[in-house]
């Protein structure tokens, strides 16, 4: 069985890992409500609607 015989730092495994995180854009969508851009499967930051709710009071 392989056994390392080096404990390998966090510092290079943090390297090694550097180009694995997901490079995905950010999906915006409509808010039915005001028509803000918001990201989608979010509460409006505008008026505070979600799914036809109001969720938060929002100043505006």
């Not at 290079?12 to 969508?29: S, T």
Request: proline share 3%; aromatic share 4%; glycine share 6%.
């Amino acid at each position: 069985m392989a056994v390392p015989k080096k404990k390998i730092s966090k510092s290079r495994r943090g390297m090694r890992r550097a180009h694995d995180a997901l490079k995905v854009p950010m999906n915006f969508m409509e808010c039915q409500e005001c028509g803000e851009l918001k990201r989608s499967h979010h509460i409006c930051v505008r008026c505070g609607f979600y799914r036809d709710q109001k969720i938060i009071e929002t100043g505006s």
